[in-house]
């Protein structure tokens, strides 16, 4: 369900596991689960401290750093941080699909759609802003697709997802906002030949052979990324902050899916440090301090303990 990545007096920083929702679902059959039980429920047992809340949100699909406060004080001066965009965030996200741009600026009002579901819009009341640079595959490890590092200056719900999906770069194995193919291959094997005449039965035989070679044909030339999707990938990578005039900076790797080691090994090495990267200034309003700091802590994918 999560692994600690740093406790004090004041908050824990934790990774959540993809597919872990922040509290109960509203549907009792889910929420009792493994997966679908509430992290902050888990985290109040597992430290004792009923106080324990979220101050800031992460989708259940979405991985990654997400603080939690262990007390009132520090849950109302992180809250704020977050509002008042005094936090720096990072993600990773992967896409299969070829983006309108490579890399730029992804600004607009959010507007509300149906199931649930969001969409940006042109018009800039009060609008979503995410920078972005992207990275092709291919040279990494051989596949196809580009590997995002996006920088939220909001927080609007699905920001990222419908930021990716604006620019035809939906997150692979994103079920609300992608497209995935589905492949029927269910064929029954089950003949009951003492019911059936020979003629009738090599005839069945015959049919069930030819809809399997389809099916076959079928899954053959399907990418492998649409046969198995383990995970949406998209995670929150880093996060830097000030709390009683001390520089915190976490960062952690995702894992599963596409996120290989192989692709982990090419992040630690290029991206260690996304805030370094050459961001270009958009508006003095939405701009974040870039510092870095000697008092700042860094982790990585390694942690203090696990939950599963």
């Known amino acids: 369900m999560y692994h600690l990545i740093d406790e004090n007096e ?39 401290n009923n106080a324990i809340a979220p101050v800031h949100r992460l989708d259940k699909p979405t991985s990654g750093l997400l603080i939690c406060s262990k007390n009132s004080h520090a849950a109302s001066v992180l809250s704020q941080a977050f509002q008042n965009r005094q936090v720096e965030k990072y993600y990773l996200a992967i896409s299969q699909h070829k983006p309108s741009k490579k890399q730029g600026l992804i600004i607009g009002d959010m507007l509300r759609t149906r199931n649930g579901s969001w969409k940006l819009s042109k018009a800039k009341t009060n609008p979503a802003v995410t920078q972005f640079f992207s990275y092709s595959l291919n040279p990494i490890n051989n596949s196809r697709g580009r590997l995002f590092v996006l920088k939220p200056h909001t927080g609007k719900t699905h920001q990222l997802r419908v930021a990716l999906k604006t620019i035809d770069a939906t997150i692979l194995g994103d079920r609300r906002y992608g497209k995935i193919k589905k492949i029927d291959v269910t064929v029954s094997n089950t ?3 003492h019911t059936l005449s020979d003629h009738k039965t090599s005839s069945l035989s015959l049919e069930i052979s030819k809809k399997n070679s389809k099916i076959d044909n079928k899954i053959k030339n399907v990418p492998a990324y649409t046969k198995q999707i383990e995970r949406m990938h998209l995670h929150a990578y880093v996060l830097k902050f000030y709390y009683k005039d001390k520089r915190y900076c976490y960062c952690v790797l995702p894992s599963g899916g596409e996120f290989t080691d192989e692709l982990n090994l090419y992040i630690k090495s290029t991206l260690s440090e996304p805030w370094a990267l050459k961001w270009p200034a958009f508006s003095k309003s939405h701009k974040t301090d870039n510092s870095d700091s000697s008092n700042s802590k860094s982790y990585n994918s390694k942690s203090k303990s696990a939950k599963n």
Do not use: M, T, Y
Not at 14 to 28: F, L, T
């Open 191 to 193: 003949i009951d030949s």
């Open 10 to 48: 004041d908050f824990l920083v934790v990774n959540k596991q993809p597919e872990v929702s922040i509290h109960d679902e509203d549907n009792a059959v889910e929420a009792s689960s493994k997966n679908n039980k509430g992290l902050i429920k888990q985290l109040r047992i597992d430290f004792n």
